[in-house]
């Protein structure tokens, strides 16, 4: 079986003390590094699946099965992309490692891993169109194949930021993210409501 790996923007909203975090593991309409670009809906199949098994995708360290270092919680598309609702095994050295990472902003990634089941060619921006794709996991990484994958916004639960945003541009970009994920967590809450508890 041949999975693949995409990185896409991780913009996590807030990081509880409980290891608890919200974002994108993977945006829509982008052309990746691999010239493919995700369509809306090619999550709705795989994650239907799952949650009839009431299971979930790993979460993985660097995209290692060896490595789980905590559960995503949730997961559910929305208008931008897939969201994803994680909590990191903090009584695990990896998932304290993680933890403190993306406090510092040190891990910035998420990545999928994923078999393409349809396709098709865009031929005016020269790209594969994945349709519908069969997900295995969601890994935390280092190194964002996209350059704009990167956490913009965490926050500890005392709700201090760790670091300020420096000029007019990237307080509004940062409170675009924030209002964006926002509604993300209300979308995983609406499709989720036994998950999200606790």
Do not use: C
């Amino acid at each position: 079986m041949n999975i693949q790996h995409m990185t896409q923007p991780l913009a996590v909203k807030s990081l509880a003390a409980d290891g608890l975090f919200v974002g994108y593991a993977s945006v829509f309409g982008n052309v990746d590094s691999y010239n493919e670009i995700v369509a809306k809906g090619a999550f709705q199949r795989s994650l239907a699946a799952w949650q009839a098994k009431n299971a979930a995708p790993a979460m993985l360290w660097m995209h290692d099965p060896t490595i789980p270092i905590g559960l995503w919680v949730a997961m559910a598309e929305d208008e931008n992309g897939l969201v994803v609702q994680g909590r990191l095994a903090l009584s695990t050295q990896k998932g304290r490692e993680a933890y403190e990472l993306l406090k510092m902003k040190a891990l910035t990634g998420l990545s999928i891993g994923y078999r393409v089941v349809t396709s098709k060619i865009d031929g005016k921006r020269k790209a594969r169109v994945l349709t519908d794709v069969e997900l295995f996991e969601v890994s935390l990484v280092t190194f964002p194949a996209n350059d704009a994958a990167r956490i913009s916004v965490v926050k500890t639960v005392t709700k201090r930021p760790l670091s300020k945003a420096k000029g007019k541009t990237d307080t509004v970009a940062t409170r675009a993210v924030v209002a964006r994920l926002k509604k993300a967590a209300r979308v995983l809450k609406e499709k989720n409501p036994r998950r999200n508890k606790g």
